[in-house]
Antibody
Framework: DVQLLESGGGLVQPGGSLRLSCAVSGFTMRGYAMSWVRHTPGKGLEWVSA????????YYGDFVRGRFTMSRDISKNTLYLQMNSLRGDDTAIYYCASRNGVIPYWGQGTLVTVSS | DIQMTQSPSSLSASVGDRVTITCRAS??????LAWYQQKPGKVPKLLIY???TLQSGVPSRFSGSGSGTDFSLTISSLQPEDIATYYC?????????FGQGTRVDIK
């Protein structure tokens, strides 16, 4: 069975940093694009970023470009999201998601709260 | 970037009603359109991809149509378990933008 398990969320002050991880089991990430998607009650689902399956090319939503960096370690089958310069409106549940543009697989999500 | 606009933002209907949600892309996305259901406190669930292909295990009362810029999701007979927020998403190219969501509840 496919499982995506996020970790690394928590409470952080504005301007701070967090690194989210997503451990993937049930398939190898090589050859499949992976995404981070976040959810807030006010804005609903927001696509945050994606990494391509073959060449590690990354893509970002305008609201995170320059602040967040997505990466992956194929040997560990793990996805990462480094989040810097966090703002209050980054408060959300962050989901690891796959595969490719259509997303049949979702993690359970990890809550990121940005507050002083 | 291409914008995705859903309407209505919310609706209330009776059990058994036919419900239709629309999604409009600001540019042509061919059939690269998916629909998701998210119940309160739950993980999103893929319902439809390629505008009209039903994901395995999704009840047949859900259907999708459209291409280019105009799409729709129809629930042929609304059931109590369909209370949720529904999102469209384009995936022709990054960014894989979601619509703002349509909240569906029972009248």
């Amino acid at each position: 069975d496919v499982q995506l398990l996020e970790s690394g969320g928590g409470l952080v002050q504005p301007g701070g940093s967090l690194r989210l991880s997503c451990a993937v089991s049930g398939f190898t990430m090589r050859g499949y694009a992976m995404s981070w998607v976040r959810h807030t009650p006010g804005k609903g689902l927001e696509w945050v970023s994606a990494i391509s399956g073959d060449d590690d090319r990354t893509y970002y939503g305008d609201f995170v470009r320059g602040r967040f960096t997505m990466s992956r370690d194929i040997s560990k089958n793990t996805l990462y999201l480094q989040m810097n310069s966090l703002r209050g409106d980054d408060t959300a549940i962050y989901y690891c998601a796959s595969r490719n543009g259509v997303i049949p697989y979702w993690g359970q999500g990890t809550l990121v709260t940005v507050s002083s | 970037d291409i914008q995705m606009t859903q309407s209505p933002s919310s609706l209330s209907a009776s059990v058994g009603d036919r419900v239709t949600i629309t999604c409009r892309a600001s540019q042509d996305i061919s059939s690269y359109l998916a629909w998701y259901q998210q119940k309160p406190g739950k993980v999103p669930k893929l319902l439809i991809y390629a505008a009209s292909t039903l994901q395995s295990g999704v009840p047949s009362r859900f259907s999708g149509s459209g291409s280019g810029t105009d799409f729709s999701l129809t629930i042929s007979s609304l059931q109590p378990e369909d209370i949720a927020t529904y999102y469209c998403q384009k995936y022709n190219a990054a960014p894989w933008t979601f619509g703002q969501g349509t909240r569906v509840d029972i009248k």
